[in-house]
């Protein structure tokens, strides 16, 4: 007589420490994330290194070059260069770990749910879902932003609306893998609730998938919503803001290069971090993001 094996084959705390081994010997990982955590200690820090308010301006200090007085320069109204740097990672930060908690989370319920229930309820959502991917995400984000307005919840919500489907085939395709498995099978033969399975059996298999994922949306909603602000659709001026001063800047880039140069070295390197992490994620955890839907 066989048995059916009722639990996943490795408890939650040995996967976890496990996956943890296996993160610290990939250098690329480390690497990037080691980038962000530095760009995370600024962000929290800006009060204390910068010497100058971020909006606050002097038109008799416009357009300065690096000096002892302004590292890097000032700006056309005056605004100290770096101050604004140091701050907009606090921005760009904030609302883009927003924006990501969302996108992942609801496309991981969601994607999760349609693995499960399969069906006329996989087949609509994916039907819903290729309907929003046929639109290029910056068109969707414009028509987000210009029919609600500016605002970090507008722009949430607006990445969400850009992001949620591709999440939602990414852990798809994951969790397809787990649903077969016999400890899922005990438990829909146990009489447990859709809910009950997805949070004890199909989750903290695909846990990793979930991780890769999060570090790989986290730099590209990063990238769009500083196109948002360079487009003039994100952060309102005098918001310190990596896109919008090379937006405010750009016309003056031949005066006082560093304050366009300054806030794009810093987005360059906050998206290295991140593609950085989510590769050596990828790597060390055995994610395959082409073979999941990605």
């Not at 829909?188 to 004890?200: D, H, K, Q, V, Y």
Request: with cysteine; glycine share 10%; proline share 5%.
């Amino acid at each position: 007589m066989t048995t059916v094996d009722t639990a996943p084959a490795v408890a939650p705390a040995a996967r976890t420490a496990r996956a943890w081994r296996t993160l610290c010997s990939s250098r690329t990982a480390v690497i990037g994330l080691a980038i962000v955590a530095v760009h995370v200690v600024i962000a929290l820090l800006a009060p204390l290194l910068a010497s100058y308010d971020p909006i606050a301006g002097d038109a008799s200090q416009a357009l300065l070059g690096p000096g002892g007085a302004h590292w890097a320069g000032t700006d056309q109204y005056g605004r100290d260069v770096l101050a604004r740097v140091l701050y907009g990672g606090r921005y760009a930060l904030g609302v883009s770990v927003a924006a990501t908690v969302v996108s992942v989370a609801l496309g991981t319920v969601a994607g999760c749910a349609a693995a499960l229930r399969g069906g006329w309820f996989d087949d609509l959502l994916g039907r819903v879902l290729d309907a929003v991917l046929a639109v290029p995400a910056v068109l969707a984000l414009l028509v987000v932003v210009t029919a609600l307005g500016t605002g970090p919840a507008v722009i949430v919500l607006a990445v969400a609306v850009v992001f949620v489907p591709q999440v939602v085939r990414v852990v798809r395709g994951a969790a397809l893998a787990v649903v077969p498995a016999d400890y899922v099978t005990a438990a829909r033969a146990r009489g447990e609730g859709t809910w009950s399975i997805l949070r004890r059996e199909v989750l903290p298999n695909i846990v990793d998938v979930v991780c890769v994922e999060f570090a790989m949306r986290a730099s590209w909603v990063v990238l769009l919503i500083s196109s948002l602000s360079f487009l003039g659709f994100g952060a309102d001026p005098p918001t310190p803001d990596w896109g919008l001063m090379v937006a405010e800047n750009r016309t003056a880039i031949t005066v006082v290069p560093m304050a366009s140069v300054a806030p794009i070295i810093a987005l360059a390197t906050l998206v290295i971090g991140l593609n950085l992490a989510a590769d050596g994620l990828s790597k060390a955890w055995g994610v395959d993001r082409i073979r999941e839907g990605s």
